[in-house]
């Protein structure tokens, strides 16, 4: 169970995130997280370590400051939005398209993979269901080390987000 979103501040966090501690303690949910969570956020936050952060990661959006937090921290990243909405400015984009060629594949399996390779748990969503199975056709090819280096340098920082984003709010 995830706190959806940092807001309204950091008295409501701080009531948030002590009744799912107490629901945890309880057996009520077996694992609590959050999401939109940055790293003043999270600092702040007392135990128990969030299991979780989702957060908006793509190649354009990185959040890298977040993701290092995580990484040293042991929390799990689900990385939402991670087809960019299927915005065709970003599933059209050259770097993307060369990369998909190269390996055979669609746009968006290049994007779900890097998302794979990061280490990150990508949720992409679709109400259709041949989408449905071929954001699952992501295990029979992999993105070499320069195709991840030509991804990771399409990061726009907050500007690329397509969504909320809302980890800077105070
Ligand atoms: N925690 C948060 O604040 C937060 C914020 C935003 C989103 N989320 C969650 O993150 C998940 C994904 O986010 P999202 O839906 O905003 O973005 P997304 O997964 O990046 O994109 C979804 C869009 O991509 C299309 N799509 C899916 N697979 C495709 C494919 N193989 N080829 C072409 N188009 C494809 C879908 O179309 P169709 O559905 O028409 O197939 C839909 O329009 C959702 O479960 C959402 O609840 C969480």
Redesign the pocket.
Known sequence: MLI??PRPGAAARAVHWAALARAQADGWVRDIGV??FGVAHLRALPGPTPAIN?I?LHPWCQQREIVQYCREHGIALQA???????DPKRLEDPVVVDIAKKHGKGA?HVLLRWSLQKGYIP??????PS?IR??TELYDFELDAEDMERLDALDEGAAGAC??NPVDTP
């Open positions: 959806h979103a999401s939109n989702q908006e939402y939005c991670p087809l960019v909405r299927a968006t949720l992409p969503k679709s109400v259709t989408r071929s954001n969504s909320w």
